[in-house]
């Protein structure tokens, strides 16, 4: 389809009026038009990019047209994206970094949530004493043969299916809901199965509301999704057995994952260009220093009833700041509500001292929301269809998010299987994602997202190649434990390439959809990924560790052929920037220069 440009002498640069006709474009000069109107026919094949706009589908243009306002002797119109980097300014990090205090407080509460049953739900095997016959004979047994240190421990427990209450009674200094109610052995199944619901309910969640970010806004979906998750964290100190505790899990990661995949969202839209590797950085350790607080809670809290309450209050306490956030102003343009979006921008502004913006500033930017200012949810997947690159990356990242999911959580969820102190297994786990979301900031400097992905997938597989090597390094640790160490480096910083990928490769206009479609891939893996853990237990654990491996080579590769490097790039406003994108990737430059300049 060719897109007919009109241009009349009172609209010479900054308006353009579009007509659609099929294989020709017709160009009214300003002396054709001084002598009767008179058109001239210029065959398609002699269109240059300025001549060319190339849009996908007459309703969408109309409403291009609908939108668009006449600025006879207007200024030049301007980039949202150039507006948010002048209204930061060159040197204001200390301040950018105070208001997404505002922001992260809450984000830090995520995997306190996610991850409190591993200590609340522990299973002590070493802290048990004899009470039977049964038991003490088997005591006896042992003490002939070897230490009867060594004689406390799961093998013993389960091989011999010892009975709490009847074979020997537990002796942990902490309580844990393993121990209240006799989730141990065989019934250890169903600390995955809590996990699971966890990430079950969080899939349900993500569907329900991936429409929901682009309709109804950033804000109001996050705070909802946020008094959700607070409210089944607190009634979790409560819970009197499994099954109550599974439909509490079910409901919290219904709000937690809504909650922090929106508000990733909505801090990055706010990232200027120079900042935005560096924001997304930010954001990715607050998960593990939110592990971090988690493990010094309950190493400090012995009842695991009191730890919840406690939990509970620090994530109330933190999600007070989101009240007063600004709604994202890339969403707020993009349904229409320019103004809104430019007293927020001004507000900004003069929160950094910078000079303000003047409101009737024109946009490259068309707003794509209906006459209510709201997407509805046909119109978003219908650009799916009508958008196929857009639909390409969708699919390959909802890929790789379930494959970074599986293997961070089947880690993550069997870390205290990795060692006999959990406590130190989790914080070496934590330090681990630390150090990989410095080295994923450097190399996406660099080298840009999609090497550091590559190289990241790479670096999995490879980690988990050493780990299926049984040595022993110390009596603490083997190179197992040490290459999955370094192995959670490389899928943490996975973790940050595939967000960032996400969001500068989505349209502002589909960018919380996109988002949710891709956080529900990443929970199907989530869903598995604790239950790999239990193959621990079944299978050698180096075919287990195989697996993991190969899966993050065949992500290398599909990384390789399947996305764009993002690096430098703006964001995407709406679905037609892709097109634009990829024609100058193909070296169309004629075209996307003349499309970003209207």
Known sequence: MCIVILLDSKFCGPRLKYI?????????????TSNGGKLDYIPLESCTGKDIKDLQGEERLTQQMKNGDDHTNAEPAAALEDLVDRVVGESNIFPYLMFLAMFLLSQLTSSIM?????????????????????????FQEHSIAANNSTFYNRTTMCTNNLIAGSDFLWTPKRTSF??????????????SSINSFYFLGALVGLVISSSLFDRLGRKVVIISAAVIAISATFVQAFATNIHFMFALRFIQGFGVLVSSNGKIVWILEFAPRRLRNLTNVICALTWPSGTAILIFLSYMINNWRCNVGVITGITLIFHLPLFFCPESVRFL???????????????????????EIDVDTPLKFTAIGSNDNKQTLLEQLKDFLSFPIMMKRTLFLMVSWALVSLLYYGLSFGWHKMGSNIFQSQGMAVVSEIIACSTAYSFVQFSGTQKTQIFSFLGISAC?????????????????????????????????????????????????????FCSVAARFGSILGPYLTLLYDILDKRIVLGIFGGMGL????????LLDDTTKHGIPDTPEDLLMYQRRKRGGNGVEEEVTDV
């Not at 996610?114 to 088997?138: M, Q, R, V």
């Not at 993009?334 to 910078?354: F, H, P, S």
């Not at 434990?481 to 910083?493: D, E, K, M, P, S």
């Open 554 to 561: 065949i992500a290398a590769v599909g990384t390789w052929f």
């Open 333 to 355: 343009v993009c349904v229409n509500k320019k103004k809104e979006a430019m007293t927020i921008l001004n507000r900004l502004a003069r929160y950094y001292n910078t000079p």
């Open 178 to 191: 393993a121990v209240d109610w006799g989730i141990y052995c065989g019934a250890e199944k169903h600390k």
């Open 464 to 516: 988990f190649g050493f780990s299926m090597i049984p040595a022993q390094l110390s009596p603490t640790w083997t190179i197992q434990q040490v290459a999955c160490l370094v192995a959670i480096i490389f899928i943490g910083a996975e973790f940050v390439t595939v967000f960032l990928f996400t969001i500068e490769l989505t349209p502002t206009s589909h960018r919380g959809m996109v988002m949710a």
């Open 20 to 32: 659609s006709l099929q294989k020709t474009l017709y160009m009214n000069s300003r002396e054709k």
């Open 114 to 138: 996610c991850y409190h049953p591993i200590f609340n739900g522990y299973t002590p095997y070493s802290d048990w004493n004899c009470t039977s016959e049964k038991c003490f004979a088997l």
